[in-house]
């Protein structure tokens, strides 16, 4: 027989074949087994079988038939994706990248392929390639030319030539699901989750059965921390799919933003046993295990993470994170050793830089630590730009808005619940110490910090620094006294969902909402406002050691850290003078010097009778989510009061720019 006749025949039974592979792979492999009695050793068969077999769970048949073919000069573009994904199955995401990229290269046009590829980069933690793959995937999946420019730009991330593209196209053909997904993923990258949450909610309406749009709405809604609708999603994927990693990863990470976090760890775990070749699921296993106080896991965790990527620089961060945990010489040689490679990302050499600054502190050589602090935050200085004078404009509208007239035209105005405590200031404050004192009652739960107060005061109207716009706070003048009412039941109702416990009152830790006090009191008159402060020093230069998983870009300077106090401190004195008595102030260093006395004078404030556990608040076993979770754990104590001074020679920025804040501190504050 001719070859090509061989070829032929082979193509088409290989083809009659290929009809039972996703249905009834036990047929498809039988009829693979007679292709190859009849042409024994022919590499499109085996791969043929290998895809059979890997379909019906026989991994180790199916990588006993495939992994020999790859010795071969030209295997089929076959045996490099089913390979790929067979070892994606395995749980070993490194070895599955390069078959499946191969895959893509051999054929640009393999959805499958490029698809697989972005679930294996997800589970490795590399966001950005995988955005990179399920964009060549939504390229390979257009099928009109007119979408192709627009596919190009978006694999480019050319965002804005996609979007000229994609918006004349979805005007002539609204319902083009391809299209509006792809218009979703512009927005996803911009980040305008608003509209890619809208958009991709629209493509789920017309196909529902849409698995990628679906996964791209779920992360969507994750991302713009909406994680009760985000877990709705995901659960609905992992049903459909119910081995997919990537799903349970997604419904892992949405699980702990609701603050489940005994389920997540629970999810982590059982992903982890499945598929363990995951350092950064590892490393958000041990994220979790740290905030249900679960320590030595926690670190074992993340040595596992580092166990099978030593560059992940954010998991020495999360150690470091832990306050309490102590780096072995080694483990500074190592991180000393990262930081001399030149092929370092980015984000894995702040990480490694903020690490290395705790470890040497922790050992006593502040000159290097400094230097090392100092290199962490000029990195995130150069990536988060930060407007000091935007703040200070901010800080300036808010005391001109929120004025003694505005309350006093405003009488019992917002909803009557009492329920939320607020706990705000800057970061590193105490004010995880407060929480964990008032969470310790039994009136009390505590939950973290919520975004929801933030999040109303966008939609009430962007921030902008052009005062003549009416925008937020200035809108808050003209907004109907009745509207108020409706806006607090709306932070009662977003928050709901993280009230676990049926306690009368619940604790919003975010500290950023003092820039909010007024909009709070104006929805929620009832409820407490607790400013935490802390030594102006302490304060800041604690958040300068700190690096933060999101926000406060204004810690990442010295000047911009001590102007960012000042204002705050600025604008709660406004507060005080047209709102006296509304807020309680607790100062760490004389809770730290006599605990008792002002652990009675706030549960005076919260209206709370005296409970012997807010004493011994340590004894809480809560989850605590911020950096200072180990720390609340321990019984109150002074050590950390002084730890600037060791820096002094290198604070000079952070003191002029605090000023006079810095000479008052306490004295009428």
Same mark, same amino acid.
């Given at each position: 027989?001719?070859?090509?006749?061989?070829?032929?025949?082979?193509?088409?039974?290989?083809?009659?074949?290929?009809?039972?592979?996703?249905?009834?792979? +036990?047929?498809?492999?039988?009829?693979?087994?007679?292709?190859?009695? !009849?042409?024994?050793?022919?590499?499109?068969?085996? *791969?043929?079988?290998?895809?059979?077999?890997? =379909?019906?769970?026989?991994?180790? +048949? *199916?990588?006993?038939?495939?992994?020999?073919?790859?010795?071969?000069?030209?295997?089929?573009?076959?045996?490099?994706?089913?390979?790929?994904?067979?070892?994606?199955?395995?749980?070993?995401?490194?070895?599955?990248?390069?078959?499946?990229?191969?895959?893509?290269?051999?054929?640009? @046009?393999?959805?499958?392929?490029?698809?697989?590829? #972005?679930?294996?980069?997800?589970?490795?933690?590399?966001?950005?390639?995988?955005?990179?793959?399920?964009?060549?995937?939504?390229?390979?999946?257009?099928?009109?030319?007119?979408?192709?420019?627009?596919?190009?730009?978006?694999? &480019?991330?050319?965002?804005?030539?996609?979007?000229?593209?994609? =918006?004349?196209?979805?005007?002539?053909?609204?319902?083009?699901?391809?299209?509006?997904?792809?218009?979703?993923?512009? #927005?996803?990258?911009? @980040?305008?989750?608003? +509209?890619?949450?809208?958009?991709?909610?629209?493509?789920?309406?017309?196909?529902?059965? /849409?698995? &990628?749009?679906?996964?791209?709405?779920?992360?969507?809604?994750?991302?713009?921390?909406?994680? $009760?609708? $985000?877990?709705?999603?995901?659960?609905?994927?992992?049903?459909?799919?119910?081995?997919?990693?990537?799903?349970?990863?997604?419904?892992? *990470?949405?699980?702990?933003?609701?603050?489940?976090?005994?389920?997540?760890?629970?999810?982590?775990?059982?992903?982890?046993?499945?598929?363990?070749?995951?350092?950064?699921?590892?490393?958000?296993?041990?994220?979790?295990?740290?905030?249900?106080?679960?320590?030595?896991?926690?670190? &074992?965790?993340?040595?596992?993470?580092?166990?099978?990527?030593?560059?992940?620089?954010?998991?020495?961060?999360?150690?470091?994170?832990?306050?309490?945990?102590?780096?072995?010489?080694?483990?500074?040689?190592?991180?000393? $050793?990262?930081?001399? =490679?030149?092929?370092?990302?980015?984000?894995?050499?702040?990480?490694?830089? /903020?690490?290395?600054?705790? !470890?040497?502190?922790?050992?006593?050589?502040?000159?290097?630590?400094?230097?090392?602090?100092?290199?962490?935050? $000029?990195?995130?200085?150069?990536?988060?730009?930060? =407007?000091?004078?935007?703040?200070?404009? /901010?800080?300036?509208?808010?005391?001109?808005?929120?004025?003694?007239?505005?309350?006093?035209?405003?009488?019992?105005? #917002?909803?009557? !619940?009492?329920?939320?405590?607020?706990?705000?200031?800057?970061?590193?404050?105490?004010?995880?110490?407060?929480?964990?004192?008032?969470?310790?009652?039994?009136?009390? &739960?505590?939950?973290?910090?919520?975004?929801?107060?933030?999040?109303?005061?966008?939609?009430?109207?962007?921030?902008?620094?052009?005062?003549?716009?009416?925008?937020?706070?200035?809108?808050?003048?003209?907004?109907?006294?009745?509207?108020?009412?409706?806006?607090?039941?709306?932070?009662?109702?977003?928050?709901?969902?993280?009230?676990?416990? #049926?306690?009368?009152?619940?604790?919003?830790?975010?500290?950023?909402?003092?820039?909010?006090?007024?909009?709070?009191?104006?929805?929620?008159?009832?409820?407490?406002?607790?400013?935490?402060?802390?030594?102006?020093?302490?304060?800041?230069?604690?958040?300068?050691?700190?690096?933060?998983?999101?926000?406060?870009?204004?810690?990442?300077?010295?000047?911009?850290?001590?102007?960012?106090?000042?204002?705050?401190?600025?604008?709660?004195?406004?507060?005080?003078?047209?709102?006296?008595?509304?807020?309680?102030?607790?100062?760490?260093?004389?809770?730290?010097?006599?605990?008792?006395?002002?652990?009675?004078?706030?549960?005076?404030?919260?209206?709370?009778?005296?409970?012997?556990?807010?004493?011994? /608040?340590?004894?809480?076993?809560?989850?605590?989510?911020?950096?200072?979770?180990?720390?609340?754990?321990?019984?109150?104590?002074?050590?950390?009061?002084?730890?600037?001074?060791?820096?002094?020679?290198?604070?000079?920025?952070?003191?002029?720019?605090?000023?006079?804040?810095?000479?008052?501190?306490?004295?009428?504050?």
């Amino acid at each position: 027989m001719a070859q090509a006749e061989v070829t032929g025949s082979l193509d088409t039974a290989l083809a009659q074949a290929a009809r039972f592979l996703d249905t009834r792979p +036990d047929l498809a492999e039988e009829q693979a087994r007679e292709i190859l009695k !009849a042409m024994p050793d022919q590499p499109s068969g085996l *791969a043929f079988l290998g895809a059979a077999l890997r =379909r019906q769970g026989k991994t180790d +048949d *199916a990588r006993a038939v495939l992994a020999p073919l790859l010795s071969m000069p030209k295997p089929p573009v076959a045996v490099f994706f089913e390979l790929g994904v067979l070892l994606g199955d395995l749980g070993d995401p490194a070895a599955a990248i390069p078959l499946l990229a191969r895959a893509t290269v051999l054929r640009p @046009g393999h959805t499958q392929a490029w698809r697989a590829l #972005g679930d294996q980069y997800t589970l490795l933690g590399d966001t950005q390639a995988a955005d990179a793959a399920y964009a060549w995937h939504i390229k390979a999946c257009v099928n009109d030319p007119r979408l192709l420019e627009a596919a190009s730009a978006l694999c &480019e991330n050319r965002l804005d030539v996609a979007e000229h593209k994609l =918006r004349p196209f979805l005007k002539q053909n609204p319902s083009d699901v391809t299209a509006l997904r792809m218009l979703a993923e512009v #927005g996803a990258r911009l @980040g305008r989750y608003e +509209d890619a949450e809208r958009i991709l909610a629209r493509v789920l309406q017309l196909a529902p059965s /849409f698995a &990628e749009a679906r996964h791209n709405y779920a992360s969507v809604l994750h991302r713009a921390n909406k994680p $009760a609708e $985000a877990l709705a999603q995901a659960e609905i994927l992992e049903k459909a799919d119910p081995r997919n990693p990537g799903y349970r990863a997604l419904k892992a *990470a949405t699980l702990s933003q609701l603050g489940e976090y005994a389920q997540a760890s629970q999810t982590y775990g059982r992903l982890l046993q499945e598929f363990p070749n995951q350092p950064k699921g590892w490393m958000s296993y041990g994220h979790t295990l740290k905030t249900l106080g679960r320590q030595q896991d926690s670190i &074992e965790a993340y040595r596992r993470a580092i166990a099978q990527m030593p560059g992940l620089g954010e998991v020495y961060w999360s150690l470091a994170n832990l306050k309490t945990f102590r780096f072995t010489d080694a483990e500074i040689a190592t991180m000393r $050793a990262q930081l001399e =490679r030149t092929d370092l990302a980015p984000d894995d050499r702040f990480h490694f830089e /903020f690490a290395l600054g705790k !470890a040497l502190e922790d050992a006593g050589d502040y000159a290097q630590s400094f230097a090392h602090y100092d290199a962490g935050n $000029a990195l995130r200085r150069k990536a988060l730009p930060y =407007r000091a004078g935007q703040t200070h404009l /901010f800080a300036e509208r808010l005391k001109a808005v929120f004025t003694l007239e505005l309350f006093a035209s405003r009488p019992g105005v #917002g909803s009557p !619940a009492p329920d939320p405590i607020f706990v705000v200031g800057l970061p590193r404050s105490g004010s995880t110490l407060i929480e964990q004192i008032l969470a310790s009652h039994s009136a009390v &739960e505590g939950t973290m910090e919520l975004h929801d107060v933030a999040h109303i005061a966008r939609e009430l109207g962007s921030w902008t620094p052009d005062a003549d716009k009416p925008s937020y706070p200035e809108v808050t003048s003209t907004v109907p006294p009745e509207r108020f009412r409706a806006l607090g039941e709306d932070y009662l109702a977003r928050t709901r969902i993280h009230r676990k416990l #049926g306690r009368p009152f619940f604790i919003d830790k975010m500290p950023n909402n003092f820039l909010h006090a007024g909009l709070i009191q104006l929805m929620l008159p009832n409820a407490k406002i607790i400013d935490a402060r802390r030594h102006p020093m302490g304060c800041c230069f604690s958040c300068f050691k700190q690096h933060f998983a999101r926000g406060q870009s204004y810690t990442y300077g010295l000047e911009d850290l001590g102007r960012y106090y000042a204002d705050y401190v600025g604008l709660m004195a406004h507060y005080d003078a047209v709102l006296p008595g509304r807020v309680h102030r607790v100062f760490y260093e004389r809770m730290v010097a006599d605990p008792e006395t002002e652990i009675r004078r706030l549960l005076d404030y919260c209206g709370l009778a005296f409970e012997e556990s807010c004493l011994k /608040f340590y004894q809480n076993d809560r989850s605590v989510r911020t950096a200072s979770s180990e720390q609340v754990r321990m019984p109150i104590f002074s050590d950390g009061l002084d730890q600037w001074r060791h820096y002094e020679p290198w604070l000079g920025p952070l003191k002029d720019a605090l000023g006079g804040v810095l000479g008052g501190y306490g004295v009428g504050q």
